[in-house]
């Protein structure tokens, strides 16, 4: 493939179009009159888009958890046992993971407004066909009965959910791309926390809407009439997805970029959208585009060059690289499980209902969100009470940022394992639902821990390929994590010793994590 030079100035494009400095200077003086009274506002045309942003993050969540829900019905329908249920529920986190680094390089190519309907259309359709593929697989009989084709006769759902979950990785870079294009720097912040919500409020209401929708669909659905309307369940969920589209294709529209006049030596940079676990990333635009045509073409050369004069080999010498990557890991570990595995949990343990599972499932979730809200800010805090006005580059500032990193970090992992341990001892249904939600609330400091850590170790030009690398990883072991849990929960006597082995080895990779960032990080910056 053909590598093109990055490095391009605003100063060597203006050399190569006639009277450019005229044009340039016209497009300035424009854009000047034009950000005087609009730049620090959102502005009003794109607050629809922003409204749709948020519930195509409602929508994303709200169809990934309900499996967790769906899953209970499911297993008593089909006789799945507890290994066949980690398959399912870790196939849409597979998906995501394979798909999550391509999308988030294809949106720097593709209009994101385009990328986002094709996502939303494919996994709509995905969930609308997941009760037709679990027909397909149980081969009109219980899966128990099946025996060595097992794996095989599972592949149309496994599918189907896995195509789902790579649909659904479109979200999250390409809304970061829209919102780069409409929202000045001044109100980012505010946009993101109010597209992020719709992902925190679409779990919470996974588990409360689910078990009504399971309820109202009994008997409506072609299921059997005791049994929860579970296929009632995707089909509404599959539904909204697609009556999403009407609005969004009729009102969401891309907005060209604006001329870049501050950054006269900007590079290009892949920028990693740093929301919730994501590992995509999207490039930055420094060159002045409406002043030189950027063809799709040249983009994905862009990002080749990019890619190829990456440090790739600096990296894997970097024990601090190690040291993000497996404490991402561990995080991964324990949060996918929890999210996967704590309806059935709940039935299984205290012999909840779906309904009753789901509700006790909600706490975690708002400790999550909770959690989330006061890392970063606790975090910052700290930093500047504790390192003040030293330079930042000091020996003395490295090490105390180092220090903060690791504090936070400890807490977002030896946090959760402690939680965890204590809830391998099974206690009431009470404290296990106030256990769970001190695990996922905790868990959430890491946004002061390997979260900034990226930044801190590399310039603005490889902090994303930075983060991406050391979190692509983590959602692939997370998927796995979801897989063993099934495979340990059915290789043990009861449900009780199966479920005091899964927290435990939650909790001991937990700290195994925290010691490997403790052992291995620090914040002297490597990569430029």
Sequence with gaps: MDIISLNKSITSISADVVDNDTLYSTKKEV??????????????????????????????????????????????????????????????????????????????????????????????????????????????????????????????????????????????????????????????????????????????????????????????????????????MFYIYGLAGLLWLLPWWLVAKDKESSINIEEEDCEETLVNTLMEDDASLVLKECIVDDITTTTPQTKIQEVQALLQSAPWAEFAKSPAVYGMTLAHAAKNFELYNLLAWTPTFFTQQY???????????????????????????????????????????????????????????????????????????????????LLLGGAVGLQAFDAAGFGAATQEKSGERWAGLLYSLTSLPGVLVGSVSVSITGKLLDAMETNEAGWT????????VCVAGALCFLLLYDSKKEFE
């Design 31 to 232: 854009i000047e009159e034009e950000s005087s009274s609009s730049s620090s506002s959102i502005p009003q045309e794109f607050l629809p888009i922003l409204f749709l942003c948020f519930l195509v993050t409602f929508l994303s969540a709200l169809d990934r958890v309900a499996l967790s829900i769906a899953i209970l019905p499911m297993s008593s329908e089909f006789g799945y046992t507890e290994t066949i249920k980690g398959q399912i529920s870790s196939a849409v986190s597979y998906g995501y993971g394979l798909a999550i680094l391509p999308i988030g390089l294809a949106v720097s190519v593709v209009s994101p407004r385009t990328l986002m309907a094709v996502g939303v259309s494919i996994w709509s359709v995905a969930t609308l066909c997941t009760p037709l593929m679990a027909e397909l697989s149980s081969n009109s009989g219980s899966i128990e009965k099946i025996g060595d084709a097992t794996t095989t006769l599972l592949l149309p759902l496994l599918l189907i959910r896995g195509l789902m979950g790579g649909a659904e990785a479109v979200v999250l870079p390409t809304m970061q791309r829209i919102l780069s294009q409409w929202v000045p720097v001044e109100k980012k912040a505010t946009a993101l926390a109010i597209t992020i919500s719709g992902f925190q409020l679409g779990t919470v209401g996974a588990y409360l809407i689910s078990p009504i929708v399971l309820d109202f669909m009994s008997g409506l659905d072609g299921g059997v009439g005791n049994i929860p309307g579970w296929r009632g």
């Design 351 to 433: 012999g909840l209902n779906v309904k009753e599972s789901a509700i006790f499932s909600v706490l975690p979730s708002l400790c999550g969100m909770i959690g989330g809200l006061t890392a970063g800010t606790v975090g910052d805090y700290v930093l500047t009470k504790f390192i003040g006005d030293e330079k930042i580059d000091c020996e003395e500032a490295i090490r105390k940022r180092t220090q903060v990193r690791k504090l936070f970090q400890s807490i977002a992992l030896l946090g959760p394992a402690t939680c965890l341990y204590l809830l391998s001892s099974l206690p009431d249904a009470a404290t296990a639902q």
């Design 501 to 508: 082995a899964v927290y435990q080895l939650n909790s001991a």
